[in-house]
């Protein structure tokens, strides 16, 4: 799939006028389209890399943003129920819409999103051989070493964690590794049916839709992995579980918000990273006009 039918795909889960204003984009801006941006009472407008442009239509509206949960979870919201109450909300082809509104609170933890403000809807693009900028220097002797990918939100951490595991899972450029994937939000992969739509290798194996760390246990017990993969660690919890996990044998492979170790080193969530020498090396991902730079810088 083109990053221009990407984009047509994702716009699906718009409602109709949405659709058409997105779909009015020239071809060459939608295949560069990172994200769609709704908020209640504003034009639509849409990320690209050189910034956030309106798209001249008028101002969204509460109903049509309502009308977009609807449509992207196939009218079936009790099925997503989950995701939507953490903010997001993860549809065919790995797209994700992060979601605002009034949070609707229960024993001090939100149990739904009313009145929803405002939305993003985050193009998801396969982009087979992102990872070969890095793939030589992650893989000494051939075979892939603890990594942590990290970058600010928005630079295409998922994107280049996707491509280092297919190239694993197929043996490309490498040892060709079992990897599993655990893939809470469906982002990675977009499991559909039971089958990935993005691709993942064939020698991958997908655990999506429950917690990060309890995901990272059940794999490890179940699957008898050689390279654990988790996008996005955001909890103690996931730390704990990839630290237990480096006791097993296998290989880490995760990804993490920040700009560089320095940041690593001052944030406490990510402080015993660091601490146990669970990574040997870091990726670390910087923008330089439309291109993203990767820089490798070994940590033990």
Known sequence: MTAADSFVQAVQALPQRLRQEALSLPAGDRARAEELRLRAGWPMTAVLPEGERPLG????E????????????RASLHTVLDQVRRGYLTFEGGHRIGLCGTAALREGEIHA????SSADLRIARQVKGAAAPVLDGLCPGGRLADT???APPG????TLLRDVIRSVSEGEGCTPLRVSLADERGEVAAMYSGRPQLEVGRRTDVAEGC????????????????VLAVDEITAPEDVGALIAAAG??????ATAHGEGRAGLERRPLYRPLLDEGLFRFLVRIRREGERRIYTIEELR
């Not at 509460?62 to 979870?73: D, F, H, N, P, T």
């Not at 630079?155 to 998922?158: D, E, H, I, R, V």
């Not at 097993?248 to 492979?253: E, F, N, S």
């Open 57 to 60: 239509g008028p101002p969204v």
């Open 62 to 73: 509460g109903r049509e943003l309502e009308q977009l949960v609807e449509i992207a979870s």
């Open 113 to 116: 999103l009313r009145a929803i």
């Open 148 to 150: 942590l990918i990290l």
């Open 155 to 158: 630079l295409g951490k998922t």
């Open 211 to 226: 917690p990060k760390a309890q995901g990272l246990m059940l794999l490890l017990r179940a699957m008898n992995p050689q």
């Open 248 to 253: 097993c044998g296998v290989t880490l492979l």
